[in-house]
């Protein structure tokens, strides 16, 4: 066979376009390993293609290739805020849950009033050495706030399902729905599940029980709240596992 004296390829990365141009011949029936660009990929999903394109070939079925990749969240802080990497708690948990984590991850969250429903899921890559933190900026409940109105069908402001070894410190989470359904943090099938400095914030009484602080449910091992404020509601924490649901290791301590 003949060596292919030139070729370019067009490459797309999560749809922005490079052309990559050879700079020697390849030689026939032989692989060669070229740098076609350099990317610094943020962590999350990313969509590949690549294009070869050689003169005189007249069978271009084969010519193209598409991948996604996962980069995952190397160890390190990750703003969330209004000029953060991530503009809200739901960008930053979106992207968590599609990429995993590879080390400590810490969110900083800066000061201010999220107005959003939050679930936090499975995470990838999470262990006792690879830890998810939601941090407030100054670690003060008072500076930043999660807040929202939750509905009959998704009673929450904060859900926590099926999210291991993730932490929250310094951040005040209040529902203020109209109704009667004002629940604000509910953890299920869950380990080692950590709130510290935190306020958890609902209006209800007695005779409400859709309205209390913080759930606990079905597989929860290892709950800790520590040095915080839960105020007000049909209960400060409420165990609403199933009969088949075991729970174990919920520890207060202010």
């Known amino acids: 066979g003949q060596p292919i004296p030139t070729y370019t390829i067009d490459y797309w990365i999560d749809g922005q376009h490079g052309v990559y141009n050879s700079t020697a011949a390849l030689a026939h029936n032989t692989i060669a390993t070229l740098d076609v660009t350099k990317y610094l990929f ?8 690549l294009a ?40 930053a948990v979106d992207t968590l849950m599609n990429a995993g984590v590879d080390g400590n991850v ?15 899921g499975a995470i990838d890559g999470v262990s006792p050495l690879n830890t998810v933190i939601f941090r407030g900026d100054d670690n003060n ?24 070894y993730v932490s929250f410190k310094g951040i005040k989470f209040t529902s203020r729905a109209t109704g009667n359904y004002n629940n604000v943090i509910s953890v299920s099938n869950a380990t080692q599940v950590r709130f510290d ?24 091992h290892s709950m800790y709240v520590t040095n915080s404020h839960i105020d007000s509601g049909y209960c400060a924490i409420r165990s609403v596992r199933s009969a088949a649901g075991l729970s174990d290791g919920l520890y207060i301590n202010n």
């Not at 084969?62 to 809200?88: L, P, Q």
């Open 141 to 164: 409940p008072s500076n930043v706030t999660l807040r929202y109105a939750p509905t009959q069908t998704e009673n929450y402001v904060l859900n926590v399902d099926g999210a291991n």
């Open 42 to 49: 943020t962590p999350g999903r990313h969509s590949l293609r």
């Open 106 to 120: 810490v969110f900083d969250v800066a000061n201010g009033t999220y107005i959003e429903q939050v679930n936090i």
């Open 197 to 220: 400095s935190v306020e958890v914030v609902t209006k209800g009484g007695l005779n409400n029980q859709n309205a209390s602080c913080m759930l606990v449910g079905d597989e929860v």
């Open 52 to 91: 070869v394109n050689v003169p005189g070939d007249t069978v271009q079925s084969n010519d193209t290739i598409s991948r996604m990749i996962n980069v995952r969240f190397c160890a390190g802080h990750y703003s969330i805020g209004t000029n953060g990497i991530y503009s809200n708690f739901n960008a």
